[in-house]
């Protein structure tokens, strides 16, 4: 036996969605051999939707279904708690299967450019690296949204 059976609705992206008030990061350490060394620091302030996204190789099956509805629940997310700031970063540690580097790079780029073209301020924390983190996330539920699709 294999072990358990996923379901194709946990097959797909993850995205766990953050209203901060304020958010820093830092580059810590290279952790894709592809990626030029840097240094990198930046602050986004004045609120946010935080994202931490995990793509799939079920994804790249269907790419387009999978761009759209992450676009769709970050717009949601994003009206709900009243940001036009959007915050992507890849984060390969919310399921057990996980597409390759480049494609998740490609389609987390993908959904930047989409947000950009329907208003939102988007940044990109630094791809192939491990960072440091500080944030304020804001209290109510809707700060803290989950979302398998």
């Known amino acids: 036996m294999d072990g358990p059976r996923l379901s194709r609705q946990d097959q797909g992206m993850k995205m766990l969605m953050l209203h901060v008030r304020d958010f820093w990061y830092q580059t810590y350490c290279r952790n894709l051999e592809t990626e030029e060394e840097r240094q990198e620091e930046a602050t986004v302030a004045d609120g946010a939707v935080l994202a931490w996204i995990h793509v799939e190789p079920h ?8 761009v759209r509805k992450a676009i769709k629940n970050l717009k949601w997310h994003a009206r709900k708690v009243e940001v036009e700031q959007v915050v992507l970063h890849s984060f390969a540690h919310l399921a057990e299967q996980t597409a390759e580097p480049e494609a998740s790079r ?3 780029e993908e959904m930047g450019e989409r947000l950009v073209s329907v208003g939102f301020q988007v940044h990109h924390t630094p791809w192939g690296y ?3 983190f500080k944030m304020h996330v804001e209290g109510p ?3 803290k949204v ?4």
Do not use: E, M, P, Y
């Open 59 to 66: 994804d790249l099956d269907d790419r387009v279904t999978a």
């Open 106 to 108: 490609s389609i987390i």
């Open 130 to 132: 491990f960072n440091q």
């Open 141 to 143: 539920g809707i700060a």
């Open 146 to 149: 989950f979302k398998s699709f």
